[in-house]
C-alpha cells in the first residue's frame, strides 16, 4: 500500500492549513503539494516544498531587483536561450523537495545522481514494511537479444507464472527470516541494522530528495528517456509531469532542447551537410562506426 489511512489523515491535515507568505508562488505546483502520486505497486512521488517558478529564472538571469519582464514571451524567449546556450544557473534558483518511495534497487541506480541532497528512511532505527516490488504481468521481460542493457520479450504463461512465484516466495520467505531474527518477542536476536542484511533489492525504501532545476532537469533527461529502466522512468515521468506544471515554460523549453532535441557530432554534421547537398552517405563512408550509424539514422529518419 503505497500511502496508509493514517499517513493520508497526516498529509491531508498539512493540506488543510494553508499560511499566507510574501513569497512567490508558482500556482501550478500548489495543486501537487503534499498530494501522494502512486507509482510502482507500493511506491509514491509527492512535493513537499518548492523555491522558485519561471520568473525567478528570469529575475536571476536578468540580475532584477523586480518580478522581471511581465511579459510572458519575453521570459519564454529568455528562458530558451539560456537553455539553448546551456546557461544553466539560472535555473538552480528553483528547487523542489520530494518524498520518494521506492524499490533499493532503484534508489541505487537513483542515488547516483550527486548534485541532489538526500535523507533516508533509516532501518537502523526502524523496522521495515513487508513491502516489496513485484513487476506487473506486461513488465516481466526476458533479457533482450539486441541490447546487454535491457530487456525485451514479455514472459508468457507457464514462464510468467514460475518467475512471479519465485520472486514472491522469496520475498516472503526473506521477510520472514528478518522479523523472526530482530530482537523482538523475548528473544535475543539481531540488531535491525543487521537483521536488515538478508532482504532483496526489491524492498521498498523511502527518502526526501531535493535538488535544484538544472540537476533535476539533468535527472530527468537521462532517466525519464526512453533508454532508462522501466522502473525508474516511471519516477521520472511523474516528477516531469509536476515539473510541467510548476515551471511551464523552463519545462517546454526542456523538452525542446533536450528530451527532444539531439546532439551531433562534427561527423554528423558533415553527414547531414553532404546528404543535403545530395550526395548517398553510407556507413561505410560516413566515417561513423555501425553503431554510431545506427544511432545517427535513429535520429534523422
Ligand atoms: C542508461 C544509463 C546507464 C548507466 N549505467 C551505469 C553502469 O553500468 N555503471 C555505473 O556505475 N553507472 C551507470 N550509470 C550511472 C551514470 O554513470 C551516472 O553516474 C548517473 O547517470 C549520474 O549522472 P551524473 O554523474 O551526470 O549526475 P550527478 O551526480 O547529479 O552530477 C551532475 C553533474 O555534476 C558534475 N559532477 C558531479 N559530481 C562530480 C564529480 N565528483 N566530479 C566531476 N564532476 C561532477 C558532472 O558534470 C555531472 O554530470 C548509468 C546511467 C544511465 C542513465
Sequence with gaps: MPITPDQQAEIDALRAQPTQTLRATAPGIEGH????????DHGFVRVIDYMGDDSAIVQAARVSYGAGTKHVSNDAGLIRYLMRHWHSTPFEMCEIKLHVKLPVFVARQWIRHRTANVNEYSARYSILDREFYIPAPEHLAAQSTVNN???GEVLQGEEAERVLR??????????DHYEQMLSQDGQQGLARELARMNLPANVYTQWYWKTDLHNLFHFLRLRADAHAQYEIRVYAEAIAAIVADWVPLAHAAFEDYRMGGATLSAKALDCIRRMIRG?????ETSGMSKGEWREFEGIIR
Aim: zero cysteines.
Design 279 to 283: 550526395e548517398q552517405v553510407t556507413q
Design 33 to 40: 503539494l503534499y498530494k501522494a502520486y502512486e507509482v510502482l
Design 166 to 175: 519465485l520472486l514472491r516466495d522469496d520475498a516472503m520467505r526473506s521477510y
Design 149 to 151: 542493457q535491457g530487456r
